[in-house]
């Protein structure tokens, strides 16, 4: 039994999150601030997003061949570089938003690629370990929750202090230290060679085998379908709807960091809850269960203008709520693709589930500017509920969430 590879997968994704997720506050913000249009700041989310969205559908058959190590690496690299172009371009007065749309492109870009790589290393990592999927799963959200609670936590504090493009620096260097563990400590080990004559396929045909298994597994088809929009409506709550609430209701940017550091850290103590229990208990009501408390409830104090105590506390429930769902979703996502296709699987099912993403700032934006700030979290949190208590009433889903329970029972009871 090893731990050094787990332990090396993890520290990568920590780093990365970390920054990805600081860049997430002070990149609107220093937009938002700067234009004091919102729907400008959600054009330049979709300038990163899209690319990274599209980047990762189309890099699985490229990690499946030559490996998620070299994948992860340049894309860190790259990353590193353009990230650190906004904050030096802002100092010699040379940024303007023209420019900054293609940088943040190239972000987008580099960053899908490798951050699918870095989730492709954990199940042989798990296996190193001998611990159960679900652990290896839960540990991994456990990690990226905490990065989810330092990250706005340092952005909030760092943008309040220097301003939104100088904060980017962090998040460059943390790509580039997640780049370095990547190269030294991760996983050694390529994925398995496929059968011969899968490895004679070309580049395109390899990605149709991977579009053809997700058609026919409906329980993975509708489970990215759904994150797909909770995806968009979060993005949009992320945002522009969060800063726009930061801005109108005088808290500013260290309170945004505040409720995403109690939203993450709540949930990464429910994830690391769920890698010890996850593995005994039901899927399918604790999935849906989790995203009954992690959803509608973040927008409803926003637009009702609740107490700032009273947010918090809601908040501290949504993460609690939300940390059990990544690991079943990464447990089911690897338990049903054949390894050899891990990475392309896991780049679909990406790619599909996050595709709402770079539309989530435009649907923000736009919503704010017709409606209001108060009528669109509303909106979004009534769609939210919708979609997310749809497959609690489908008999076909349930038949399926049934079926697989009763495997894994079989699989991982002592």
């Known amino acids: 039994m090893s731990w050094r590879p787990l332990a090396g997968v993890l520290s990568a994704q920590a780093v990365a999150w970390t920054g990805t997720r600081l860049s997430a506050i002070a990149l609107p913000w220093f937009v938002l601030t700067t234009t004091g249009s919102a729907t400008q700041t959600g054009v330049i989310v979709f300038a990163e997003m899209a690319p990274y969205v599209v980047a990762q559908l189309l890099s699985g058959p490229l990690i499946d061949r030559v490996g998620p190590s070299r994948i992860s690496v340049a894309g860190d690299l790259v990353s590193m570089v353009a990230v650190a172009l906004i904050p030096a371009l802002f100092a010699l007065g040379l940024l303007h938003f023209g420019l900054l749309i293609p940088l943040v492109a190239v972000v987008g870009t580099f960053r899908g690629p ?21 652990r290896g799963t839960g540990i991994a959200a456990t990690i990226e929750r905490l990065a989810s609670t330092v990250g706005p936590a340092v952005a909030g504090v760092v943008v309040a202090a220097v301003g ?5 620096v962090v998040t460059a260097v943390l790509f580039g230290s997640g780049a370095l563990i990547v190269a030294f400590a991760a996983p050694r080990q390529r994925p398995p060679a496929p059968a011969e004559a899968e490895a004679e396929d070309g580049y395109f045909r390899r990605l149709r085998a991977g579009m053809a298994f997700l058609r026919q597994d409906r329980l993975l088809r509708s489970m990215a ?23 109108d209701s005088g808290h500013g940017p260290a309170t945004i960091g505040l409720l995403l550091g109690v939203l993450s850290g709540c949930a990464a103590l429910s994830a690391l809850v769920a890698a010890g229990i996850a593995h005994r208990l039901p899927r399918r009501p604790v999935y849906l269960i989790g995203f009954l408390l992690d959803g509608f409830p973040r927008f409803l104090p926003l637009a009702l203008g ?58 923000g934006g736009l919503l704010v500017a017709r409606l209001g700030l108060s009528p669109a979290l509303l909106a979004c949190g009534a769609v ?7 497959p609690a009433v489908l008999p076909g889903m349930r038949d399926e969430w049934s079926r697989k329970s009763k495997q894994d029972k079989e699989v991982t009871s002592p």
């Open 306 to 363: 609740a107490p700032l105590e009273v947010t918090i506390l809601v908040y501290a429930v949504c993460g609690f709520g939300s940390g059990f769902i990544n690991p079943i979703v990464g447990a089911i996502q690897f338990e049903r693709a054949p390894q050899a296709m891990y990475g392309r699987i896991r780049t679909l099912l990406v790619a599909v589930a996050w595709s709402g993403i770079p539309f989530g700032g435009l649907a």
């Open 384 to 390: 939210y509920l919708l979609v997310t208590t749809i």
């Open 114 to 134: 490798a951050d699918a790589a870095k989730t492709v290393f954990l199940p042989d990592a798990t296996r190193a370990a001998r611990v159960p999927l679900e």
């Open 225 to 247: 379908g759904m994150i797909a929009v909770t995806n968009l409506l979060d993005a949009a709550w992320t945002s522009v709807l969060l800063p726009v609430w930061a801005r």
């Open 164 to 168: 939104g493009p100088y904060a980017l």
